[in-house]
């Protein structure tokens, strides 16, 4: 078993990757070969690294428009990553997904929805028809806080608890819904929430710290396979990007630069100077490799227009 | 001659839903599935010899709609119902945004099979939040398939056709009112496509195309008007979502005239696109203006009096397709009394 034995510099490899494959995103949107509206990750990809590397293959993971670093770290391919960007047919969608509508099936990666919170009951169903045919797995969704404002929430958790399914549950709070912040949104707590319906809860407050996510994910996704019961796992972290598009947007006046500033003074990705350049190189020759891959793909053509329709 | 066998509209459906469930891909789940009315007994006895796989819910159209996405993605056929269409209003997030475009917004990685079961709920009294129809709307949506089946023949066959062959999201709309009705089988249905639109009677001086329970009441319009030298050919348009434009054209085509009945509102709607249809291909087919028939441009209201006013009836298909026919409102032919339609099909004794 790897369970809770993920050294920090694997991790870091992953997280790393991912920084680096959206900062190279930003690097190309200028030039816009992406004419894909993107959500950046950076700042949050501890939440993704910790989480996939207790994944199994067939344990599920669906998530949402912000999407990159699951759909990476959960294993999807990278140069058919930048293949979908591009809105080129090689991408894994064939250029019909782009950015915002990001799956992999053969990881397990079951979607991508730019409808806040509109896959989370899909978990729920997907866990549901493998109670019923017996099934070992387990089934994650990914949210924000903002979904969790969202009625089918609410009515996801209340189905999954009734039906004693093993989902998880996962909220990454970054404390910002595109621009408003949670204390002008919610009215409850989340975790008094959470056991409202008789679900558990784990909060992780450090979500720049992969090692400590990849523990409690472990933990957490044990416990939800053996009981057989749904978990809620809260944890915060920080976006560093502007909701959608490339840049920041500090000078808006909506969130504080030096809560950002303070969380990046924690984050390895910023301060491990050392493993940045020792892994660097590697990493960029990879994402070389794939934006080359989207550079040299041929478009879709008006055949592909109206094919997988209905 | 021999006799046909006869069934009911609510037993096609529970016989389809009995099939269905047999199939182990197969989930039953929505509110009232496993309750002692059963969706009016056409779920009825199920729960108990399949107790996890006909799934009872709360009161969460919107989550309930999602699960069955996500049981459809890992290998189930979830049959979703809504005793009332309205209710499905709830659902449309997940049907539009999600279900329909599964697998288009992904290239082709998933497919959602899966069936929602809107009733319309339309007997007497039903009100503003309990009869609707809402077969445009979703008509309107690349990626789904609906369908209102007007007998018992349509719904066998179109139900499972849908659950074995199709592989993506279908909304069968269902008509309360016929849930009582008897129906004569008829020899040929099953060389029909079962989800194309069907030739219900075959006529030469006008053509009818119907939905749902418009069905039943432009075929009693139809042996109607036949006694005063009219003759109508009836189509039976049953995929709302992909009618069948060469027969409905070739239809017009023959009689020059043609008179669209449908069960909901016209603007926007079925009637509108019928007209499209033919308006688009050649128009000079039409020997007189297109006439239709729906709800009046209001919410349903619940008084009986103002509810007969609200919808169309047979009188009307008859005074409609007289006028197309002597091409002149002021035609010969007496019309028959107006009388409901639930009135008429005597099984609505209430509650509902």
């Known amino acids: 078993m790897t369970e809770n ?9 992953e997280a790393l990757r991912i920084r680096l494959v959206e900062e190279k995103i930003i690097a190309l949107y200028p030039f816009d070969k992406i004419q894909s509206p993107i959500h950046l990750s950076i700042g949050q990809e501890a939440v993704a690294v910790g989480l996939c590397c207790q994944l199994k293959l067939n344990d599920w993971l669906f998530i949402n428009y912000r999407g990159h670093a699951f759909y990476l770290a959960k294993g999807g391919p990278l140069p058919e990553l930048f293949a979908e960007l591009y809105g080129k047919r090689t991408g894994l969608s064939k250029g019909k997904a782009g950015s915002m509508h990001l799956a992999a099936p053969k990881q397990g990666v079951m979607g991508a929805s730019a409808v806040v919170g509109s896959t989370i009951s899909h978990a729920v169903g997907a866990a549901l028809a493998s109670k019923i045919r017996g099934e070992d797995r387990v089934f994650v969704t990914v949210f924000g806080d903002g979904a969790t ?24 709070n970054n404390g910002l819904a595109v621009h408003s912040p949670l204390g002008e949104r919610q009215a409850f707590s989340l975790h008094a929430h959470s056991k409202a319906y008789g679900i ?42 502007e909701h959608v598009g490339p840049g920041e947007d500090f000078e808006t006046g909506y969130r504080e630069l030096n809560e950002v500033r303070a969380w990046k003074s924690q984050d390895p990705l910023e301060i491990d ?16 490799a794939a934006v080359e891959f989207a550079e040299t793909s041929s478009f879709p053509t008006i055949n592909d227009l109206l094919t997988d329709v209905i | 001659m021999t006799t046909l066998p006869k069934m009911k ?29 059963g969706i009016w007994g056409t779920t009825t006895g199920l729960h108990q010899k399949f107790p996890k796989r006909v799934i009872e819910t709360p009161l969460s159209e919107d989550g309930i709609a999602g699960i069955c996405i996500g049981a459809s993605l890992n290998g189930m056929y979830p049959i979703n119902t809504h005793i009332r269409a309205d209710f499905g209003l709830l659902i449309f997030n997940q049907l539009i945004n999600l279900a329909a475009k599964y697998r288009y917004m992904f290239g082709g990685l998933f497919e959602v099979p899966l069936m929602f079961r809107m009733v319309i709920g339309r007997s007497w009294g039903q009100g503003a939040q309990h009869s609707q129809s809402f077969q445009s709307l979703l008509g309107h949506i690349p990626g789904l398939l609906v369908m209102m089946p007007s007998n018992p023949q349509s719904i066998i066959q179109s139900y499972r056709h849908a659950r074995k062959h199709h592989k993506g999201p279908v909304v069968m709309f269902e008509h309360r009112l016929m849930y009582e009705l008897e129906f004569e089988s008829k020899p040929d ?6 989800f194309g639109s069907r030739i219900e009677r075959l006529g030469s001086d006008l053509t009818i195309v119907a939905t749902s ?25 049953h995929s709302i979502s992909h009618p069948d434009h060469d027969l409905i054209f070739n239809s017009v085509k023959k009689t020059g005239r043609l008179l669209v009945a449908d069960t909901s509102w016209l603007p926007y709607g079925v009637a509108a696109e019928m007209s499209r249809i033919v308006a688009e291909r ?52 007496p019309l028959p009394p107006k009388q409901a339609m639930t009135d008429f099909y005597k099984h609505f004794k209430g509650p509902f």
């Open chain 2, 189 to 194: 249905q099953h060389l029909l496509n079962p």
């Open chain 2, 9 to 37: 509209y609510r037993e096609a459906l529970a016989q389809a839903m009995a099939e269905a469930i047999e199939d182990p891909r197969v989930l039953l789940i929505g509110q009232g599935v496993t309750d002692f009315k």
């Open chain 1, 200 to 241: 558990e809860s784990v909060v992780v407050k450090d979500g720049y710290d992969f090692v400590k996510l990849s523990k409690v994910c472990g933990d957490v996704l044990k416990q939800i396979r053996n009981k057989q019961r749904p978990m809620f796992l809260e944890i915060k972290t920080c976006r560093y990007k």
């Open chain 1, 273 to 288: 100077k050392d493993l940045i350049s020792r892994l660097t190189p590697e990493i960029s020759e990879e994402i070389e």
């Open chain 2, 213 to 237: 329970v418009m069905v039943l009441e432009a075929i009693r319009a139809a042996d109607y008007l036949s006694q005063h030298g009219i003759n109508a050919e009836i189509i039976d348009l």
């Open chain 1, 149 to 172: 404002e969202q009625g089918a929430y609410h009515e996801s958790l209340n189905f999954a608890s009734l039906h004693n399914l093993p989902v998880l549950f996962l909220c990454e």
């Open chain 1, 5 to 13: 034995h993920h050294s920090y510099e694997k991790l870091f490899y």
């Open chain 2, 282 to 333: 050649d128009p000079s087919v039409l020997k007189r203006p297109i006439r239709s028939l729906g709800m009046q441009p209001a919410p349903c209201p619940t008084a009986k009096v103002l509810e007969d006013f609200y919808y169309p009836d047979v009188r009307d298909i008859v005074n409609a397709s007289s006028s197309l026919v002597q091409q002149s409102e002021d035609h010969t032919i």
